[in-house]
């Protein structure tokens, strides 16, 4: 089992930029893709950004696409997601999940492992 935690929220105002870091560990296999969701008040589970540990293939969501960026550091077990220009409607907890495959795939179902989140605040 891979254990995760993710860290780096907090309250920001419209504009701003967050990184946020998740940190894997346990039974880690090297060969996994990973991504980070999040999920507003009210609102279902939401693909944000993924990418794979073979090839650093990266998916966004469209909302994400040129504000954020998701990158991976292999020997930290890390990832990031630099979020940048932040927006109200970016307010979520946001998690990070490792992957089974190395595909970096946007279902969730995909997914093996969860963090337990962090929570991004984004006011005007």
């Known amino acids: 089992q891979v254990q995760l935690t993710e860290s780096g929220g907090g309250s920001v105002q419209t504009g701003d930029s967050l990184r946020l870091s998740c940190v894997a560990s346990?039974?880690?296999?090297?060969?996994?893709?990973m991504a980070w969701f999040r999920q507003a008040p009210g609102k279902g589970r939401e693909f944000v950004a993924a990418?794979?540990?073979?090839?650093?293939?990266?998916r966004y969501t469209y909302s994400a696409e040129g504000r954020f960026t998701i990158s991976r550091d292999n020997a930290r077990n890390t990832i990031y997601l630099q979020m940048n220009s932040l927006k109200e409607e970016d307010t979520a907890v946001y998690s990070c999940a490792a992957a089974v495959t190395d595909y970096p795939t946007t279902e969730a179902i995909a997914y093996k492992d969860w963090g337990q989140g962090t929570q991004v605040t984004v006011s005007s």
């Open positions: 346990g039974d880690v296999n090297r060969r996994n893709a």
């Open positions: 990418i794979s540990r073979a090839d650093d293939k990266k």
